[in-house]
């Protein structure tokens, strides 16, 4: 169970975002997924909260983690695992 949520921006058919989905899975992660796709109103959220314009984005708490790189990155280097317990 994570300590903080994570919350996570996506594309169904994004390859990125799948690969995200199968990192959090692998670390039997909980996260709340927002589709664009079908919520495309939030992209202007995702923008504004992040920056960036690609997906996914990928917040843990109130952090902006990033997007697939970043979090893998996160997650190589354990840097992760202090997000999430800060």
Known sequence: ???KPIVMYSRATC???V?????LKHRSLEWQEISIDSEPER?????ERSGRHTVPQVFIGDTHVGGFDDLDAAHRSG???????E
């Open 15 to 17: 390859p990125y975002c």
């Open 1 to 3: 169970m994570n300590t």
């Open 79 to 85: 840097r992760l695992d202090k997000m999430l317990d």
């Open 19 to 23: 690969a995200a989905r199968n990192l």
């Open 43 to 47: 992209r202007d959220e995702m923008i």
